[in-house]
């Protein structure tokens, strides 16, 4: 089993800026692809970008592609999501997981991830 930590949520203005990083223990994480999901109440968990083992492919929802991008540090065991351009439709609470890196089911099936963090919020402001 994976731990994740997510961190650096917050409140920012429309076109403003956040990074988010999600800490992993437990599991090597060169062996894990990793990938960010958000969520508001009520609603599924929205796929918002994925990374590979050893960050070498990225793939995002069509809503962030141009603002958004994830990256990973192996040698520390972190993935990364820096939004740039932020809107308020970007609000949600954001949740990194984790997989198998081997794994070939849908990148965008939440169910596919077997480890999630406890997520953090991101709200931006109009």
């Known amino acids: 089993q994976v731990q994740l930590v997510e961190s650096g949520g917050g409140l920012v203005k429309a076109g403003g800026s956040l990074g988010l990083s999600c800490a992993a223990s437990?599991?090597?994480?060169?062996?894990?692809?990793m990938a960010w999901f958000r969520r508001n109440p009520g609603n599924e968990r929205e796929f918002v970008a994925h990374?590979?083992?050893?960050?070498?492919?990225?793939y995002y929802a069509e809503s962030v592609k141009g603002r958004f991008t994830i990256s990973r540090d192996n040698a520390n065991n972190t993935a990364r999501l820096q939004m740039n351009n932020l809107r308020p439709e970007d609000s949600a609470v954001y949740y990194c997981?984790?997989?198998?890196?081997?794994?070939?089911?849908?990148?965008?099936?939440?169910?596919?991830?077997?480890?999630w963090g406890q997520g953090t919020q991101v709200t931006v402001s109009s």
């Open positions: 997981a984790a997989r198998n890196m081997y794994s070939v089911s849908d990148i965008n099936d939440p169910r596919t991830y077997y480890d």
């Open positions: 437990g599991r090597t994480f060169s062996t894990m692809s």
């Open positions: 990374i590979n083992g050893n960050g070498g492919t990225t």
